[in-house]
């Protein structure tokens, strides 16, 4: 069966419209970075977007992984949930999308043990994807064009936001990560580092957005080419100031 683009837009809708689409400011979330990948076979297809930020409610930082898709892989056991009908609600609510996030900063005294949305005065490094990334000085985060609000104590999500620019790869999914709800035997055919999203928050829907009627097309037909944006890109989090601010 031929990929329909109208109907991969027709699934982003029905997500957005369940407010289980990316929202880039999202007021529960500090955006630090993001990215997009596409993957398909002849008779299907997947979206994924993965968002990496800081909510306070979360406790640390993480990555999350939306997968879009005409068939979703690894799902969650019906051993996930209270009974049958909560698991079986969960399909039914879900039937082309899931979510899952992972943690790419390990948890440790980096975080001021009265306040987790603040760096510790004292912190010398943080732990990302096993390695020590050094806690970045005053003047660094200026030249990152990050201003500290509240100096000189520095704010969790504005230690993700330099991370995101001295070690992108490494707070974002790993390949296996990002794959975890796709088909295996899906090839990945395109990849974004920026783009231009809608504002799901101003009803701003995928249908509407060229950049995703464009990537529906990649997507149908395999063809990279059909990516032409004339929107530049603004998924950095600088054009995204609400977020987070919940």
Not at 55 to 80: C, M, W
Not at 99 to 117: H, K, L, T
């Amino acid at each position: 069966m031929p990929i329909e683009a109208d109907h991969i837009l027709y699934v982003l809708d029905r997500c957005c419209d369940a407010f289980t689409f990316p929202m880039l400011d999202n007021g529960y979330v500090y955006l630090a970075a993001t990215r997009l990948s596409l993957y398909r076979t002849a008779a299907e297809w997947a979206m994924v977007i993965e968002v990496f930020g800081f909510s306070p409610r979360a406790g640390l930082p993480d990555v999350h992984i939306y997968t879009f898709a005409s068939s979703l892989y690894n799902r969650d056991t019906p051993e996930k949930y209270a009974n049958l009908e909560a698991f079986n609600r969960y399909l039914a609510t879900h039937p082309n999308n899931d979510s899952r996030f992972v943690y790419p900063i390990d948890a440790g005294d980096w975080q001021d043990d009265q306040n987790d949305e603040i760096v510790a005065g004292d912190a010398t490094e943080v732990i990302v994807r096993s390695e020590g990334q050094p806690i970045p000085s005053l003047d660094e985060y200026a030249q990152r064009g990050i201003v500290v609000e509240n100096p000189p104590r520095v704010r969790v999500f504005e230690l993700c936001r330099f991370l995101a620019t001295v070690a992108r790869d490494s707070v974002l999914a790993t390949a296996t990560e990002r794959r975890v709800s796709v088909l295996p035997d899906m090839t990945q055919i395109f990849q974004l580092e920026e783009w231009h999203h809608p504002g799901a928050v101003n009803d701003d829907r995928p249908s509407g957005s060229e950049t995703f009627q464009q990537l529906a097309q990649v997507l149908s037909t395999g063809n990279i080419s059909f990516y032409r944006p004339s929107l530049p890109p603004n998924t950095h989090w600088r054009n995204w100031p609400e977020g987070g601010l919940l």
